[in-house]
């Protein structure tokens, strides 16, 4: 079972790789198993949630030789959260994306970055993550330039070397501490880790793997890849990677935080913290100055990835938890106003801010589109936003994080304000009298649109029952023994 | 019938309202009201239970986890304040249902409107700090939608930001604030934390708790200097102003202060700072009024001073100021509505709200002229209106007052005159004196827009013709919720003659007067305005956002430039830098090189690698450059031979050898070798190389010198045969051990295949 979301994105891609050509049995099918993804995410969710972690060792080889996968219940939340939003893209994609990119091997690409990116959420092994880490990349690198504009190789070649030398510090870091340490297994490093008294030079090494995650989350000062490539290629292709590709370089975060500081706890808390700060006043900072729509949201996931690393930092059960939730909501309302921008885009033939405008007059339904996840973002209830930004002042508060905890509240501030620039400028703004000619918005963008929207409203009124798994999956994360005993026993 | 049902019956019609606008045209209005009407007989009937002392709670789970309810807390005080809501919510539903003909898109209004109504509802009733911020941001957000109706115009976009940023800032403080309140008690539940003030008063979180949620009722309530947005908002359409900007919204800062009042009151520093920001914005409001032409602009003022005498005696939290407080919320909602709706009357039937352009209005509208007068009444505190106990009341609170007595009777007098001349501009000025000559016939409003404002100037006129037996039921179960160890004052209306009355009279006399010399006033006014109080707080706003925009982008362009170069570097730099750091904090570097035990042949072997590295670099070539790589890659290989590495020397020689031959043929399309780069450049580029290669090399030996534990390569060493049936280690890791990798790295070049494939067929379409 656990293996199976993986595995069924392998197939699928193999499946459409060779089919590229029927753009029907491509679109079909994509959805199809992108649904069937999900089942298997949400029955996974289940049975972790009801009986503990699952592991299962690779060609039953034992723990620490063989590779493990294991299923934690903060992996299995991450892995529902993505194929959800898998699903919206695969619906919205073929009313968006040109027909010459759809038989170019969209579809197979989109699964061959779902099958890494899974991977690197259930796999319990250091190189292993590795190589998920790679599936991943090699599949965006060729998403984003995907059609081959010139802005779009540009984007990508900014893309591509700034995430080849992020490879090369993550495959440098597992040689030194495996080096070092003999061991590849995630629960087996963790724990050896915690019998060896004295470890002379290991946070050197977890250094390298903090800045090889650090430049996938695109935290400060390693973000510049994002914005100079995610504008560049059709809008669905962005909204997949902003709700997938940073986030799960936070999942690993997390997990090697929780794994493998051991030493020098306080050190990494307080480095993190700043790089959180940073991260998130910098990025809301950068959003606010542009005039592109996806330039602004761009600029906004680097400031939100912030937010997630400050509840990472301060490291307490409601802390972690918060991080959670606020990971998920991002990703589907960060991935929901990409989106939104696209039907913008579809109607109005811009991105553009100073070429937009009177869409609420004109497309009321549109303007709910937008508003219901910018709102989301911006932190104003009932919308999970506000949640999210609510257990975060409340883990940082209670923490005693007094600083970060003022940051986070005023950058929510600047978030408001970058939200309503789009509004007021392409909502509310009277439509310019150079805009061009209003072009049709596609059913199936709308549907996928709206059906996230209201997955978004759905995650803030039932904050409650979704808190309650991410607060247990908190627990987990927060107490790292019961991740080390369900791969080694005792 | 539930408390909570009628927010959510609000809330259905705000949905509702948008869709079905348009088939119930002119009687729209009328049927929404029926909502808040139904709304406030229902809150009417629970009285007789809270005026026995009962509180009404209901509570519905929500975030279990950590304690969290959706809860409703009805007490006298949110008795009160609901009654006000949905009465005057009431008149509003149908007097906008008129207003709004002429305008596109009533139906969303209508529905933003209902959505206001059940989100200020929800705060009044709510019995949890989060249940209640929930509300207090729905009611931001929907009159962000409600100020910037007429969208299209900029000022009524900036005026809509404006609101909502402040707003926004003061609820970002706020929950902040209840964040740090909660602390101590382990729940956001009211009841719990109204009852136990010591918990957060004796704790180090009283301060910063207090702060935050003072910045969130002071913007809410358009405190001095956060008051700009309120006259900012006048922007909005009318029903908007005589509803949100008179008695709602902008009360809900002074609702949270009343009640918080039990358990964050009752210390100096919150007696400091109320009574200083309440007095202050109590007579700057009443200063600006002054010289004011637009008549929602002078109502926006007043309602600014009108919110700092609130603040002012919630603060100051006597007897008698604590009683004043609610007497005045109530007379204050009651005159301000009416006056509000009526200037939306005059500017409708006009086509002007400019006092300066208006007159003699009284006899195409006497009745409506009888309504407006008898609210000024009210405003100006004259006998029998309500609003006369309620200054009576402040009066009294003042002369009362613990400390700074004559400052504060001093200013509630100076503010009582302004608004006393008010009274007088405002129906002299707009009804009778010169008629100007208007562009059409001023008419008479019709019945659902006098309805309103008629039915709240009676209120006021019975509650202060029967304020024993209407009023003092009314009010005195509130006074009790926002302190509870304080009586109710059975209110009079008559208290004999006493030095508060001969203060009323001085107080009407001198605002008289002032009406009388008004051109000299003016002339003053402008005078001092233009010496003094130059800075306009709302401008000075639009600037600093400006300027920080400009800032954004400056520092935008120096952190986001789009030298790829640059970016690389500062990767390099602070990745080094990072590690470096690491490397130093650990114990002292040992580097065990033992040169003596390395063989003779691999020193030949580094020694080249090194050689051809160096030629690389220096090289003017291109060939020779790849041909030197091609070296440093053979070498590797053949220090893999040495450590019998065999499967991953031959790996290397083959791709190093593709990489040669393809990099070779790119050459060719290559143009000529142009040195671009200065020395300095270059210098600064070899540094970074230098620091990026040391911390690597550092930490490969550091590696090598510190075994923490037994390599798992043992078990594949032994298990290889035995169990895995493979003679070749390399070749059993991959294809059974670590199978799961290879799957993947196959999977990566399968991908990549597909990537050239597309590549190409795109450049191939584009060349066609």
């Keep these: ?490 | 019938m539930s408390t909570g049902l009628v927010v959510l019956l609000l809330i259905i019609l705000a949905g509702v309202a948008p869709l079905t606008r348009r088939y119930l045209k002119g009687m729209a209005g009328w049927i929404y009201a029926v909502f808040p009407f139904g709304g406030f007989v229902y809150y009417l009937s629970l009285l007789p239970r809270i005026n026995a002392g009962e509180v009404i709670t209901e509570r519905f789970s929500w975030i279990p986890v950590y304690g969290i309810d959706f809860s409703f807390y009805v007490d006298g005080f949110g008795v009160l304040f609901s009654l006000i809501v949905l009465g005057i919510g009431t008149f509003i539903m149908v007097y906008a249902g008129y207003y709004m003909k002429p305008y596109p898109m009533k139906g969303r209004f209508l529905g933003y409107l209902a959505l206001f109504m059940a989100s200020m509802l929800g705060i009044v009733v709510s019995g949890n700090l989060i249940t209640m911020f929930v509300f207090w941001e729905l009611t931001s957000i929907s009159s962000f939608m409600l100020i910037g109706y007429y969208h299209e115009k900029p000022e009524a976009r900036m005026a809509a930001l404006h609101a909502l940023l402040i707003t926004g800032f003061g609820g970002l403080a706020l929950i902040g604030g209840f964040v740090l309140l909660a602390i101590p008690y382990g729940t956001y539940e009211l009841s719990v934390i109204l009852t136990d003030p010591a918990a957060i008063q004796n704790s180090n979180l009283y301060v910063p708790a207090l702060l935050l949620i003072l910045v969130g009722a002071f913007t809410k309530s358009a405190q001095f200097p956060f008051h700009f947005w309120l006259p900012g908002a006048m922007a909005a359409p009318s029903p908007v102003s005589a509803y949100l900007h008179s008695a709602t919204m902008v009360k809900a800062g002074v609702f949270l202060l009343a009640r918080l009042n039990p358990v964050l009151g009752g210390t100096d520093l919150w007696m400091i700072l109320l009574t200083t920001f309440g007095a202050t914005t109590m007579v700057v409001g009443a200063w600006l009024s002054i010289t004011q032409t637009d008549l929602k602009r002078i109502l926006a003022y007043t309602t600014v001073s009108a919110l700092g005498t609130l603040v002012l005696l919630i603060g100051t939290g006597t007897k008698y100021a604590i009683n004043a407080a609610i007497i005045f919320l109530l007379v204050h909602a009651l005159y301000k509505g009416t006056l509000f709706m009526m200037a939306g009357n005059i500017e409708k039937m006009t086509g002007t709200r400019d006092i300066t352009k208006l007159g003699g209005l009284y006899k195409y509208m006497p009745f409506a002229a009888v309504v407006m007068g008898l609210a000024l009444v009210s405003m100006a505190g004259i006998p029998p209106l309500l609003g006369f106990i309620g200054k009576e009341l402040i009066y009294e609170a003042k002369m009362y007052a613990p400390t700074a007595r004559v400052v504060l009777i001093a200013a509630s007098f100076f503010t009582n005159v302004v608004l006393v001349f008010l009274s007088f501009r405002l129906f002299f000025d707009v009804f009778k004196g010169t008629e100007p000559s208007y562009e059409k016939k001023p008419a008479a409003p019709s019945l659902a827009l006098i309805i309103g404002p008629f039915f709240l100037v009676l209120a006021s006129l019975v509650l202060g013709v029967y304020p024993t037996a209407i009023a003092t039921p009314l009010t005195s179960q509130a006074v009790l919720s926002i302190s509870p160890f304080i009586e109710a004052i059975t209110l009079k209306i008559w208290h004999g003659f006493n030095l508060v009355l001969g203060l009323s009279a001085l107080t009407v006399l001198s605002g008289y007067l002032m009406y009388r010399h008004k051109k000299k006033v003016f002339i003053v006014a402008d005078k001092l305005n233009i010496k003094y109080f130059t800075r306009e707080f709302s401008r000075t706003f639009t600037t600093s956002i400006d300027s920080f925009l400009v800032f954004a982008k400056g520092q935008t362009k120096n952190l986001q430039h789009g030298y790829h170069r640059f970016y690389l570097m500062t990767v390099f730099v602070v990745a080094s830098v990072l590690v470096w750091t690491m490397i130093w904090r650990a114990d002292p570097i040992i580097l065990e090189i033992n040169f003596s035990e390395m063989p003779l042949n691999l020193v030949a072997v580094v020694v080249l690698i090194i050689a051809a590295a160096l030629s690389a670099v220096t090289s003017h070539s291109r060939v020779i450059a790849l041909v030197a790589m091609g070296v440093i890659g053979f070498g590797i290989a053949i220090i893999f031979i040495a450590f019998s590495g065999t499967d991953l020397a031959i790996t290397m020689i083959l791709v190093e050898t593709l990489m040669i031959i393809l990099a070779m043929a790119l050459l060719l399309q290559l143009p000529a070798y142009k040195i671009y780069s200065d020395t300095g450049a270059r210098m600064r580029d070899g540094l970074v190389a230098v620091l990026v290669g040391s911390f690597m090399m550092v930490m490969v030996l550091q590696a090598g010198t510190s075994q923490l534990g037994e390599p798992i390569s043992e078990f594949f060493k032994e298990k290889s045969y035995t169990e895995a049936f493979g003679r070749n280690i390399v070749n059993v890791i991959l294809v059974d051990f670590r199978a799961l990798d290879t799957l993947g790295e196959i999977t990566v070049i399968a991908i990549a295949a597909l990537g050239i494939y597309s590549m190409i067929k795109f450049t191939k379409n584009k060349q066609v």
């Design chain 1, 1 to 490: 079972m656990l293996i199976a979301p993986i595995l069924l994105p392998l197939l699928s891609m193999v499946i459409l790789i060779f089919t590229r050509r029927w753009l029907v049995f491509q679109q079909t099918f994509s959805l199809l198993a992108t649904i069937m993804l999900t089942v298997i995410s949400l029955t996974l969710l289940l049975d972790i949630n009801t009986n503990g972690i699952i592991t299962i060792q690779m060609g039953s080889w034992p723990a620490p030789y063989g590779i493990t996968l294991i299923g934690d219940l903060l992996a299995s939340i991450m892995l529902l959260t993505t194929s959800f939003v898998a699903i919206v893209v695969m619906i919205y994609s073929p009313g968006f994306i040109d027909r010459e990119r759809q038989t170019a091997g969209y579809y197979p690409l989109v699964f061959g970055l779902l099958m890494g990116v899974n991977g690197a959420f259930l796999t319990g092994d250091i190189f292993n993550l590795y190589v998920w880490y790679e599936v991943m990349l090699t599949s965006s690198f060729v998403l984003i330039a995907l059609g081959g504009s010139a802005e779009q190789l540009r984007g990508s070649v900014k893309y591509v070397t700034i995430s080849f030398v992020a490879s090369i510090f993550f495959v440098s870091a597992i040689g030194i501490i495996y080096g070092q340490t003999g061991t590849l297994n995630m629960a087996d490093l963790a724990y050896k880790m915690r019998t060896w008294d004295d470890m002379p030079y290991i946070n050197s090494g977890l250094m390298l793997f903090f800045i090889a995650f650090s430049i996938k989350s695109a935290l400060f000062p390693f973000f510049f890849w994002l914005p100079a490539s995610y504008h560049t290629p059709p809008v669905a292709i962005t909204a997949l990677f902003a709700g997938t590709l940073t986030k799960v370089g936070i999942y690993t975060m997390i997990r090697f935080f929780s794994l493998f500081v051991v030493q020098d706890v306080v050190f990494w808390k307080t480095f993190l913290l700043v790089i959180a700060g940073l991260t998130m006043s910098i990025g809301v900072m950068m959003a606010a100055s542009q005039f592109d729509i996806r330039k602004i949201l761009s600029f906004h996931i680097i400031s939100q990835v912030g937010y997630m690393v400050m509840g990472l930092a301060i490291f307490t059960v409601n802390s972690v938890a918060a991080a959670i939730y606020f990971t998920v909501h991002n990703m589907l309302s960060k991935t929901n106003t990409f989106l939104a921008g696209g039907l913008v885009y579809q109607r109005s033939g811009s991105y553009d801010l100073k070429y937009l405008g009177g869409l609420y007059k004109t497309m009321p339904f549109l303007a709910i589109l937008f508003f219901v996840p910018a709102m989301s973002l911006a932190g104003i209830p009932p919308l999970p936003g506000f949640f999210g930004k609510f257990f975060l002042i409340k883990g940082g508060f209670e923490a005693g994080q007094y600083v970060i905890t003022a940051v986070a509240i005023l950058v929510g501030l600047f978030t408001l304000f970058s939200m309503i620039k789009i509004w007021n400028e392409a909502y509310w703004k009277k439509e310019p009298d150079d805009m061009p000619e209003p072009g049709p918005v596609s059913k199936g963008t709308l549907v996928a649109t709206a059906l996230l929207a209201a997955a978004v409203v759905a995650l803030g009124v039932f904050a409650g029952p979704v808190m309650e798994v991410c607060h247990a999956a908190a627990l987990q994360v927060t107490s790292p023994e019961v991740y080390i005993e369900a791969v080694l026993g005792n």
